[in-house]
């Protein structure tokens, strides 16, 4: 192999897929003379290229590992620095009286992380397809491109899965809904026995979601048929119950809501079997509950009553830290069994 240079000379301006590229010509006199003995290597003098000494390696008859009338080329990194390239191989040949250049296709191998790297790279038949091989008065050269790997690359674009978008964006859609709601909370008034009813809102939703999220508000809604059926729900807010549905939907309660109506939506949360809300509800209403010895066991007789296990622990861990004032202000009378 020879080590000859020859100096390129840029005129214009670049394109894009040609700027921030090194390129180095490898040039190989008497390829027809090689070996072409499967295994056979020849190694070019050392360059250097972006800070690194590289070797060019060659397979004239291919690799052990290449298939038949393969030509097989490994860029060899020389130093003991590693680095991260971008690189490419292509392949020209030239007459000695026309002096024209047929280039092949180029072969591009991205991200590829070198430090002694033995990369295997195969020219499909790209050398012999210019004749190469049978000239004796023929000689190609070998150039790559390196890049400097300190530019970044766009990362490419992976779209979010539109599942969780496509259901929130049925909730209340009335076109499709095959459920009606009717919500309105029933208020006493004056402490008479006669109930206000203040008029209702209505909800739309759907069976098949409703099935799979909350059982009992399906379980209303019946067998279903060609027609929306109105369902009536009372004792509710209807704010409160469009926080149930439009997490039913998958979407979710504020952190101001939350913290404002933790105990109501504990109390459809648990109405309506959505037991995830209840849990959420809970952990967030026992977090921002100040227990005291005039209020614990009002908190810890609700734990009991909804089934809330985080909220009826941390209830009775007050207690305990506090017991002597507590068992001198609270009645336990009314406790629940064990505590009595």
Known sequence: MSGRHKAAVHWGTPSPQFQDWETVKVYCHGFADLSTARGARVDSPEFTCLGNRWILRMYPGGSVH?????????LVNASEKGISILYGFGVKKKYELGRSHHPSRQLLFWGVR??????????CQALKNHGVSGRRDTYHNVYMKLADPTKERTPPFIPVN????????????????????????????????????????????HRLILQKSSTTL?????????????IQINDVSP?????????????????????????EIINVADRFGVAS?????????????????????????????????LLKEAALEFMLENKVEVLKKVSLKDAPGGLG
Do not use: W
């Open 66 to 74: 290449a298939r038949d009338n393969y030509i097989s080329v490994r």
């Open 114 to 123: 070198v430090r002694g790297m033995r990369d295997h790279i195969k020219f």
């Open 162 to 205: 539109p599942s969780v978008t496509i259901l929130q964006s049925l909730f209340m859609d009335k076109e499709s809904a095959d459920i009606q709601f009717e919500v309105g909370e029933r208020r006493g008034k004056n402490n008479a026995e006669k109930i206000a009813k203040i008029a209702p809102t209505t909800f739309h939703a």
């Open 218 to 230: 399906a379980n209303l809604c019946g067998a279903g048929g060609d027609q929306t059926t109105p």
């Open 239 to 263: 704010d409160i119950f469009n926080h149930l549905l439009k997490y039913v939907y998958g979407g979710k309660v504020s952190d101001d809501d939350m913290k404002a109506h933790a105990k």
């Open 277 to 309: 809300l209840k849990l959420e509800a809970e952990a967030c209403l026992v977090e921002a509950t100040v227990f005291a010895v005039e209020n614990v066991m009002d908190y810890l007789l609700y734990a009991y009553s909804k089934n809330c296990a």
